[in-house]
């Protein structure tokens, strides 16, 4: 049999390249070859005036017409199909001379069997058949020689009857090789549901954040141009002062021409009056020179002089006018200069109305301590359970600036609030609600809140001054340590519907809250200690890190 496959394999073979006939056609004598073979091997022989068959070396004077040969070329393409199975599984019969693709794999006998073979090995009985694989050692115990038919749970591992009976397994449970495949594949579907619940979570939050993002690319854009058209209007301003100020200066350079002029005028006059007091000196005759003195030019030259003195006090005045002129120009332009990027610091009291009784507040109401004593504060509606306190002041619009100096007390939290907050209850808590947005520090544990969510910040806080930056319009509530650089802790986005109050939570020792104007010069160097008390705003001390 396989030397009857042998055989009609090699009539299969074109002559020419020696593989299966891909388009077979006949010559005349009655030999075949690929049709692009055969054309090929003419085209060479073209100069040559007439055209041989390579087989045969027949001689045609003219190309003579090629035939398909149907049957041959139905033939070559079922080999051709045999031929693509081959080359996909790569496993032939054991038993056939010539390569025969196997149909079935024997665990037994550990060999590969075609069609032909399969059927008298069939006769045998009592073998186990498999689709054709290479892997049979596989499938048999390395120690045993048997065949792996359980599975062994407390190994994970494959065995056969020996090994459960006589061999390290003894005493284990054993599941088939079936069901021990259904139940991890049972797993492996549960882990590809989640797998798939995930990725259509990951989906969702990468849709969330690209929503995000173009949001905040539309907000960058309207920042740019607002920053832009700002920095634009101050330069426009400097730009101005700047003229004024040169002209100032231009004007006081020209007024020292006018006191020149003034000087010879003055020099012409005292030279007439000098000529006129030496010609009356000379004069002989007393009465003559009675009735011709004046002494009304003295007078003019005294008053003359208390002119120059006055032209020379105004030339000083000028000099501490222009510097005058700088220094208020500046001020003004920075006090002009708006949309959140100067802000003033709030000026915070707290209000004792919403203190709990566990809190003691200092007389300035800036200081607030966790109190060993019971404060015994009036009933009001306002008043929290919990060991907290809001702001007497509430921010509804704009820009707002507060710090905290939270480093005598180890448990705390500090945020913002609506006055609408629960003030009893677990839910009254700063964070702990829809209501309220804190940063909290319990022990040595830190984290930002918000409606009862919360967010572990694993660095903790390298400062012991937080600020807290309101901007309501920009919806935004950020929490920053005031070190150097100041460093950003956390932003919260939210859409604002109701006044905002500063809120303090105090488990143990006391924080204390800044506002007003009372240290500016801490916060921007431009303000001096003895300009305390002015009313220039100052630049956000964390601008960079915020925007």
Not at 169 to 197: C, F, I, P, T, Y
Not at 229 to 239: N, P, Q, S, T, Y
Not at 271 to 281: D, G, N, T, V
Not at 472 to 487: N, T
Request: aromatic share 8%; proline share 4%; charged share 25%.
């Amino acid at each position: 049999m396989a030397s009857a496959v042998a055989v009609v394999l090699s009539e299969l073979r074109c002559s020419i390249c020696m593989v299966v006939y891909r388009d077979p056609v006949t010559l005349l004598c009655g030999h075949n070859f690929c049709r692009g073979c055969i054309t090929q091997a003419w085209d060479h022989q073209v100069h040559l005036r007439e055209y041989k068959c390579p087989e045969c070396q027949r001689i045609y004077k003219k190309r003579p017409e090629m035939i398909r040969n149907t049957a041959l070329l139905n033939i070559c393409e079922a080999f051709h199909a045999t031929e693509t199975d081959q080359e996909q599984t790569g496993i032939f019969c054991n038993y056939c001379d010539f390569p025969v693709p196997a149909t079935k794999s024997c665990l037994q006998c550990e060999t590969s069997l075609c069609d032909h073979h399969l059927r008298r090995h069939d006769r045998t009985g009592g073998h186990t058949l498999l689709p054709p694989t290479t892997d049979l050692g596989k499938r048999k115990c390395s120690v045993h020689k048997e065949l792996l038919d359980y599975y062994c749970t407390e190994d994970a591992a494959c065995v056969c009857v020996s090994c459960s009976v006589i061999g390290g397994h003894v005493g284990h449970k054993m599941m088939s090789l079936d069901e021990a495949s259904e139940e991890k594949k049972k797993k492996l579907r549960n882990n590809l549901r989640k797998m798939m619940a995930e990725t259509e979570e990951a989906e969702k939050r990468v849709q969330s954040l690209e929503e995000l993002r173009r949001k905040a690319q539309e907000k960058a854009g309207g920042e740019e141009e607002r920053v832009t058209a700002l920095f634009k209007d101050i330069r426009r301003r400097l730009e101005e002062l700047q003229k004024r100020i040169l002209s100032d200066i231009t004007r006081q350079v020209q007024s020292y021409d006018d006191i020149i002029k003034q000087l010879e005028i003055k020099k012409e006059e005292l030279s007439r009056k000098m000529r006129h007091i030496e010609e009356l000196c000379n004069m002989t005759d007393p009465l003559t020179f009675l009735q011709e003195s004046d002494t009304g030019d003295l007078c003019d030259t005294e008053e003359e002089d208390r002119h120059d003195e006055q032209l020379h006090d105004g030339e000083d005045q000028d000099v501490a006018g222009i510097s005058h002129t700088l220094h208020t120009g500046l001020y003004h332009i920075l006090s002009e200069v708006t949309g959140g990027i100067y802000i003033r610091p709030a000026d915070i009291s707290l209000d004792v109305n919403t203190a709990s009784n566990k809190l003691y507040l200092s007389d300035d109401w800036k200081t607030v301590s966790r109190s060993d004593t019971w404060q015994y504060h009036q009933e009001t509606p306002e008043r929290f359970q919990y060991p907290q306190v809001l702001s007497s002041q509430s921010f509804s619009s704009g820009g707002h600036y507060l710090e905290v100096d939270v480093g005598r007390s180890d448990s705390w939290m500090v945020g913002m609030c609506y006055p609408s907050i629960d003030r009893k209850g677990s839910q009254s808590g700063i964070g702990c609600n829809n209501k309220s947005w804190g940063l909290c520090r319990w022990g040595n544990h830190y984290s930002v809140r918000h409606n009862n969510k919360e967010i572990r910040l694993p660095d903790g806080i390298p400062s012991d001054r937080v600020g807290i930056f309101l901007d309501y319009e920009a919806r935004e509530i950020s929490f920053c340590a005031l070190c150097d650089p100041v460093k950003t802790i956390h932003t919260f986005t939210a859409t604002f519907t109701e006044p905002l109050h500063a809120a303090l939570c105090v488990w143990g020792g006391c924080i204390k809250v800044y506002g007003g104007n009372q240290k500016l010069w801490e916060i921007f160097p431009l303000v001096t200690p003895q300009e305390e008390n002015c009313n220039w705003p100052i630049v956000q001390p964390i601008l960079a890190s915020c925007l």
